[in-house]
């Protein structure tokens, strides 16, 4: 395979200097991942029993579904990224699982996020418009609708699709990485190939793939807050804990990564030519762990965090999930249009 230029995503001939402050961030990302794996697939696992196999279809359960599927299939990737981050981020599995988990890495990744933004969304719609959610917020709508953050992640990862294979470097080691090798006959237009698209890619990523989606979480929120203090429509707190949990955690997990990741872009010529701005390689993994927590979190914070949901735990998880992902659903049948809405104070309960 043509060598000659490929972006690698450890440049090992370029190695800092292993002080104890930087072990720890080479082990605690490690540490944070096989938490999330373990936490990720059994949380992620059981909303999928659950909303999958024990409750009717329902517009809530399709959404807590789709997320958790998303959660859990990429939480079964984190195995193989473990291993290659233990190995300074040489890939011993072959081109094809190279594609293969990135690729289901970055779908499901985008799809997880875009999922969030669009239950942020149906949850502002119920609360401030429930006699049009009662009448036209059907299954057969969320089906259709459902499928667009998927298409979205889809698309964000072409790039994986195109340019990332496993490059092996002249000291035999093997890296699934960005090559743009055959992207130019000279070392000059190969490197303006790479930085272009990884530019691009990069300010893409960050506005599509994090600040929209992060905007609608942060103003359907908001709106939905405003409407409770507005109408006083319920007397507790924990509404607003539960809000404030939401919004919070979605922007402290990713925000580090995203940030690290578009400096990353802006400063990559730098980075590739003159070598400036290693920090940014020390801070990838520890940000990138701290995302991915993300998705172990996700049914904690969308599904048990219903109201008394410690309550029901006590008597049967199963049972908990259930109702705490039936309570906040409007009648959803295609043919139920006329009934009376529901109060909008179960509505936020529900959160």
């Known amino acids: 395979m043509e060598t000659n230029f490929s972006i690698l995503l450890n440049r090992s001939e370029e190695e800092l200097h292993e002080s104890t402050g930087y072990t720890a961030l080479q082990i605690l990302p490690l540490v944070v991942l096989g938490i999330t794996f373990v936490l990720g697939i059994l949380g992620n696992g059981l ?19 789709n997320l958790a599927l998303a959660d859990f299939s990429f939480t079964a990737t984190l195995p193989f990224l473990i291993v290659s981050m233990a190995m300074k981020e040489k890939w ?3 081109w094809f699982l190279c594609k293969l988990v990135h690729i289901v890495v970055d779908v499901n990744l985008f799809g997880s996020v875009f999922l969030i933004a ?53 000291n035999g080691d093997t890296y699934c990485t960005f090559n743009f090798a055959s992207w130019g ?9 790479a930085i272009t698209m990884l530019t691009v890619r990069g300010i893409i990523r960050f506005i599509v793939g994090f600040s929209m989606p992060m ?25 607003m804990r539960v809000l404030t949990a939401v919004v919070a955690s979605f922007f402290i997990c990713w925000f580090p990564f995203q940030l690290v990741a578009l400096l ?37 914070l969308y599904v048990f965090m219903g109201q008394d949901f410690r309550e029901r735990l006590i008597h049967s998880l199963p049972a908990s999930l259930e109702r705490a992902l039936t ?3 409007a009648p959803t049948s295609d043919t139920a249009t006329n009934s009376a809405s529901p109060p909008a104070e179960a509505e936020l309960q529900a959160m």
């Open 327 to 329: 309570e906040d659903s």
């Open 118 to 170: 669009l239950i942020a969304l149906d949850r502002c719609i119920c609360v401030l418009h429930p006699v049009w959610a009662q009448n036209h917020r059907t299954i057969s709508l969320a089906k259709k609708v459902i499928l667009g953050p998927w298409i979205l992640a889809l698309l964000l990862t072409f790039p994986v699709f195109i340019f990332l294979t496993t490059v092996t470097t002249v």
């Open 47 to 65: 909303v999928i029993w659950v909303a999958g196999f024990r409750m009717t279809r329902t517009v809530t359960t399709i959404s807590y579904l």
């Open 215 to 239: 905007s609608i979480v942060a103003v359907c929120y908001g709106l939905i807050a405003a409407k409770i203090h507005k109408k006083g429509m319920i007397k507790s707190s924990r509404p």
């Open 185 to 193: 006959n000279t070392i000059e237009e190969k490197l303006k190939v």
């Open 264 to 300: 990353g872009t802006v400063w990559l010529k730098e980075m590739l030519l003159l070598g400036q701005y290693k920090i940014l390689d020390v801070l990838v993994n520890p940000t990138s762990s701290l995302a991915f927590f993300n998705s172990c979190l996700n049914p904690m």
């Open 92 to 94: 011993p599995f072959g």
